[in-house]
């Protein structure tokens, strides 16, 4: 139920676009896709190299662009025994994906005057550790200091055994806190717990109920189901695993009470696109509960922890990530929305402790970046032709500012062209971020040779000149 992989606190996996063929073909979506046919190549392409390096078996994505669900595919099986080939309708557990879902509960009960974010924990759950300084808040934000029950990426022998949530909070939530409330940032399953039993108290039904009342019936979420009850039906993916590079193994199921509240959904990739366009239009919840949920959560000593409430609030080249990946037995997923661009990805897959889930969806990303607001290919042969000029020790001073032009002197043009030259010509040239910076256009370009890989960094004005073009070696 923790997130196999979060953007800021591992290295993003380079994806190498080569087109390798995994299992079978992959099964057509149900609308019709409204992307460009090399878009929708290039995105089975990451999907399928994602499998083919991870050896997971099936996933299921679904892409929203300008707000609406532009693709969806399934690709390899969805079952080894008998043979089932994934399809887009199939439902995946969606772990920790789950976490956003009662916290947009909580919220929705914020708004009803029912309770407060602020709210302490004792006040609606009597008896745990220093319940009267913990706050419902800080249980969310994964800032309260109760023990993870649930770190490992492999089943225990708890595990397989029924629980209730009273269990899990007098096991791990009557224990000395791990930190003092409001000081670290530390993901627990346990502050979810505590937060989903505050849910059914406070909205007086089953946290399941609130969520098909509040949240899934509004948006036609018609999949999602409550694996923390019971197992996905044969219709459905199974659930795998492996030991080191071995074959793939039947995952065990966890027992019931385990994934409450923290990882207990299942849905298809579809409906988790469905929440992302709610994300995006600011649907269901109000507008300052959006607010309270994308916010990052900031430490008493002002540190911020680039997380919300359920969901990781993060930033990339100028832009806004909230994302979040979720893992159960069997299974794991990633989300990610970039909010100001009107793009999601959410990507499902039937495999525990493996990567392909969260590289195929940030491969997507990649794509959607490098194909839209980053590349610009009339800029981007200029500076390549400006680039050019200065291996040979010359540029067209038109081009650049006075302040710049004073910058290449004789000297700087004469060191330019020494050092420069004699590299030849470079393996690949690309604009890789794009930013404003006081009034100007802030470009970085990677340009990359056998041993060794050089950075542009430009600053150009609004009329298009260049006030700064400099270059020096990263690696």
Not at 56 to 64: E, F, N, T
Not at 188 to 195: D, E
Not at 264 to 292: C, F, G, P, Y
Not at 360 to 387: C, H, M, Y
Request: proline share 6%.
């Amino acid at each position: 139920m923790k997130p196999i992989v979060t953007i800021p606190r591992n290295r993003a996996t380079a994806l190498a676009l080569i087109c390798v063929l995994v299992g079978s073909f992959p099964a057509l979506a149900g609308n019709a896709p409204q992307l460009s046919a090399d878009a929708r190549a290039t995105i089975d392409e990451i999907a399928r190299n994602g499998l083919s390096v991870t050896g997971v078996p099936s996933a299921s994505l679904a892409v929203v662009k300008d707000g609406q669900i532009v693709y969806e595919q399934a690709y390899g099986d969805a079952r080894l025994d008998p043979k089932t080939l994934a399809k887009p309708e199939m439902r995946y557990s969606a772990g920790s994906i789950s976490k956003q879902f009662t916290s947009a509960v909580i919220l929705i009960l914020q708004e009803q005057g029912k309770l407060s974010l602020d709210d302490k924990v004792s006040k609606r759950v009597p008896g745990l550790t220093r319940g009267d300084e913990v706050t419902i808040r800080q249980l969310l934000s994964h800032t309260s200091g109760y023990p993870d029950y649930a770190p490992q990426d492999y089943m225990i022998p708890d595990w397989e055994r029924p629980i209730s949530a009273q269990q899990i909070m007098d096991r791990w939530a009557k224990i000395p806190l791990d930190f003092d409330p409001g000081t670290k940032w530390q993901y627990s399953n346990t502050n979810y717990v505590i937060a989903g039993v505050i849910v059914e108290k406070v909205g007086g039904k089953p946290l399941f109920e609130l969520l098909q009342e509040y949240v899934f019936k509004p948006l036609n979420m018609a999949s999602t189901t409550n694996t923390d009850l019971q197992k996905l039906p044969h219709s459905d993916p199974a659930g795998y695993f492996r030991y080191a590079l071995g074959p793939l193994r039947p995952a065990p199921k966890e027992g019931p009470g385990w994934m409450f509240a923290a990882g207990e959904l299942a849905m298809t990739a579809e409906d988790l696109a469905k929440w992302d366009i709610a994300v995006l239009n600011q649907r269901v919840l109000s507008a300052s509960s959006w607010h309270e949920m994308e916010t990052e959560t900031v430490l008493k000593n002002g540190l911020g922890t680039r997380y919300g409430l359920g969901v990781s609030v993060l930033a990339d080249n100028g832009r806004r990530w909230l994302e979040h990946s979720g893992e159960v037995s069997g299974f794991t997923a990633e989300n990610i929305v970039l909010p100001d661009d009107g793009f999601a990805v959410a990507v499902l897959t039937n495999q525990d402790a493996a990567g392909a889930a969260s590289q195929i969806a940030r491969g997507v990303v990649s794509w959607f970046v490098n194909s839209t607001s980053v590349q610009n290919p009339e800029k981007d042969a200029l500076v390549r032709k400006v680039f050019d000029g200065l291996k040979q020790g010359s540029i067209d001073r038109g081009l650049f500012t006075s302040n710049s032009n004073s910058y290449f002197t004789d000297l700087a043009l004469k060191d330019y062209s020494s050092s420069l030259g004699p590299l030849g010509e470079p393996q690949s040239f690309v604009q890789s971020y794009m930013s404003l910076r006081g009034g100007m256009t802030h470009r970085v370009y990677t340009v990359k040779y056998q041993t060794k890989t050089l950075r542009i960094n430009i600053y150009e004005m609004p009329d298009g000149k260049f006030e700064q073009f400099l270059i020096a070696a990263t690696e």
